[in-house]
């Protein structure tokens, strides 16, 4: 008996990890066809991201840097396009600029679905009037910097080639004093750690932040001394932020796999950790 | 709608050829790989012309030989600085890329330092100077003073500090405030890999969605199809492997 408990336990932390990563996606393939709503519960931060967008007023800029990749996608995707389209649906002007390549894909994606939405339901929005792309730019933190000083010179043309000096939004911005709140959307670095550094105490810039999971329990302190003036969380920070727009979108969908894969993996934990602990005391009986 | 459909099986192939890996490294996961190198290499490159060079030095630089408005002699130096970087290529030049790397060495480490103080140290000291009845802190805001909430970010940077002083040996009450540190440490890292589950699952939803997505009839059931020959090609790899090894 001791010896079969011994070889089940053996058993279980020699498990193979393949069973684990298809465990893993059977949940993800059935549990994204079959939804059960979650419930979705707003934090502080989301709240504050939400306050801080809703008092922006009419014609206000604000500077969008969307320094993030194609696999985050389903993490930064869905709030970056809620966001933009918030901001066109009141009227304030959006610049985009990105430190990350894939970023100029992305925005272009946000913009043409958000403004072909918007133009079904009667509300059309121009480039270069409502709108621009200002592209990739490559120096990390000096284009941060020059950025204070001058757009039009650090970004003397916008992402399809035309230059600034032609698109009316570009002629309203000088730097920093004209932008009144900036969003970043961050995968690593350079990202929000980087903005915050070189930009947001240097030019007092009122700051937001969408950020993967994996960066976010490093903004919590950003928030807490006031750096930040709200941020996304990931996914979850996604449907947080689709909750209080009153708009479900593709986060809000994903909250069931979310939950169901996060309990498979605080299963697998307290097993392993059962049958360590057993193997443990076996060895310490004999 | 040919381009949609050609998109819809692209995608779907490189994403189950990259989770190929899962199983073990194989030839379907290997080509994916590489043609995902070279595409971003190319389209790296393309973008550094058109977005960087060409309005940033080009357009910039040869108005000055036309004699056409809207030159920038200045522009000229950051040109011979690019080319001095490429002299590291030529092994009995590559000292001249030296002195360009030196200048973005120092121009970098100043401004990183500047911005690692004001944000990170004084920024971040700014907020843990709280009274501890204030109420105003954005996350822990009760409608009773905070004192719990502020007791413990003031007593958490001392500890971890505290587990960080090496000036002196841990005894006495720097010994427990070193060991209570650890305990904060344990629960930052125990949120963070909370926050990494939670992020790589999120990576999961989007491409499921993909492959749901894609296997309707309008993809011609796309991800069934690649399913069914990376696995056949698996296979075939597999046993043309055993049968090289029996050989």
Redesign the interface.
Same mark, same amino acid.
């Given at each position: 008996m001791a010896q079969a408990q011994a070889k089940f336990l053996q058993k279980i932390l020699t498990l193979d990890r393949r069973w684990i990563f298809l465990m893993v996606l059977v949940i993800a393939l059935v549990f994204y066809k079959i939804t059960i709503p979650m419930p979705v519960k707003v934090t502080q931060q989301s709240q504050s991201f939400y306050d801080a967008i809703e008092q922006l007023k009419a014609g206000e800029i604000v500077h969008i840097t969307a320094d993030y990749t194609l696999d985050v996608i389903p993490e930064l995707y869905p709030m970056n396009k809620a966001l933009v389209r918030r901001l066109l649906e009141k009227d304030v002007k959006i610049i985009v600029s990105t430190l990350w390549i894939e970023g100029v894909l992305l925005t272009d994606r946000v913009f043409n679905e958000t403004s072909a939405e918007l133009q079904r339901e009667g509300k059309v929005k121009t480039y270069g009037v409502d709108y621009v792309n200002l592209g990739y730019k490559s120096g990390n933190d000096v284009v941060m910097t020059h950025l204070g000083t001058s757009f039009a010179e650090t970004y003397p043309v916008d992402a399809k080639g035309t230059s600034v000096a032609q698109i009316p939004l570009m002629k309203r911005v000088k730097n920093f004093d004209d932008i009144a709140l900036m969003v970043n959307f961050s995968v690593g670095n350079p990202g929000i750690r980087q903005w915050l550094q070189q930009v947001q105490r240097r030019y007092n810039v009122k700051m937001l932040c969408g950020a993967t999971g994996i960066m976010s329990p490093d903004l919590y302190s950003f928030y807490q001394s006031g750096q930040l003036k709200g941020f996304l969380a990931g996914l979850v920070g996604a449907a947080e932020y689709e909750k209080l727009l009153n708009r479900p979108g593709k986060a809000t969908a994903g909250m069931t796999v979310q939950s169901f894969e996060h309990l498979i993996v605080i299963l697998l934990i307290i097993v392993a950790n059962i049958a360590f602990f057993l193997q443990k005391l076996n060895r310490g009986v004999k | 709608m040919m381009v949609d459909i050609i998109s819809g099986w692209l995608i779907v192939f490189f994403t189950l050829a990259i989770m190929s890996f899962?199983?073990k490294d194989n030839p379907i996961y290997k080509l994916a790989e590489h043609i995902y190198v070279g595409v971003s290499a190319g389209?790296?490159f393309v973008?550094?012309v058109?977005?960087?060079i060409?309005?940033?030095f080009w357009?910039c630089v040869a108005p000055l030989f036309t004699a056409a408005p809207g030159g920038q002699w200045i522009r000229v130096g950051a040109g011979v600085f690019g080319v001095m970087f490429l002299l590291r290529l030529h092994k009995k030049t590559s000292w001249v890329s030296n002195f360009p790397l030196a200048v973005m060495i120092g121009?970098?480490a100043a401004?990183?330092m500047t &911005? $690692?103080a004001? !944000?990170?140290l004084? &920024?971040?000291l700014?907020?843990?100077i709280n009274s501890l009845n204030y109420r105003g802190?954005? $996350?822990f805001?009760w409608d009773k003073p905070a004192l719990i909430n502020n007791l413990l970010?003031v007593g958490g940077v001392i500890c971890v500090l505290s587990y960080f002083f090496f000036s002196l040996e841990h005894r006495g009450v720097l010994n427990v405030a070193g060991k209570t540190g650890i305990y904060f440490l344990m629960i930052?890292f125990g !949120? !963070?890999y909370g926050?990494?589950?939670?992020?790589r699952?999120?990576?999961?939803?989007?491409r499921?969605?993909d492959?749901?997505t894609y296997n309707t009839s309008h993809y011609a059931y796309a991800t069934i199809i690649c399913a069914i020959i990376i696995i056949t090609l698996i296979h075939i790899s597999n046993v043309i492997k055993k049968r090289a090894e029996k050989t």
């Open positions: - | 899962l199983y389209y790296l973008l550094a058109v977005q960087t060409k309005p940033n357009d121009t970098f401004l990183r &911005g $690692l004001n !944000s990170d004084v &920024g971040q700014h907020g843990t802190l954005p $996350l805001e970010i930052t !949120s !963070s926050y990494t589950v939670m992020a699952t999120a990576v999961l939803i989007g499921v969605a492959l749901y």
